[in-house]
């Protein structure tokens, strides 16, 4: 290949280097929504599903309010739609909660469905080495 100068007296090869910004680790970090592309979708379909239940909530109060003779009023109605939704979340997060701080603590115990044991994961290397003709007892 033959070599050539460039204007800034640097010599290079035929071959063309990649630039700085190309050079970085073979994993790079994926721009803002893609990296949170989960959370996203997960914020949006909260706010869908809440909305949902703020609207039918309203449109079943304001028939209530109609049915007994009443107008329907939004100092009534607020404080049921926040109690209504602080039971739901109340419900799910200590389901949640408990599903998470359970099997982190039946986890750090090290229960049989958390994790292997050791002597499994060593016949698996064993097995392993011996599949590539390797010695386990003599590396």
Same mark, same amino acid.
């Given at each position: ?45 909260f706010l869908v599903s ?39 979340? /109340? =419900? ?7 599903? @998470?701080?359970?099997? *982190? $603590? ?6 049989? /469905? =958390? ?7 060593? @016949?698996?290397?064993? *097995? $392993? ?11």
């Amino acid at each position: 290949m033959a070599e050539t100068t460039t204007s800034n007296g640097r010599h290079s090869s035929g071959t063309q280097r990649r630039s700085r910004r190309g050079d970085g680790p073979p994993f790079r970090k994926p721009r803002w929504p893609k990296a949170y592309a989960f959370a996203l979708v997960t914020g949006a379909l909260f706010l869908v599903s809440w909305l949902g239940q703020f609207v039918f909530q309203m449109v079943v109060e304001s028939n209530e309010a109609t049915q007994h003779g009443q107008s329907f009023a939004w100092s009534e109605f607020l404080p049921q739609f926040f109690a209504s939704t602080f039971e739901n979340w /109340q =419900s799910e997060f200590l389901q949640l909660v408990w599903q @998470a701080a359970g099997l *982190a $603590l039946f986890y750090y115990w090290g229960s049989s /469905q =958390s994790r292997e044991s050791d002597e499994r994961i060593e @016949a698996k290397l064993d *097995a $392993l080495l011996r599949e590539r003709n390797l010695d386990p007892e003599h590396p």
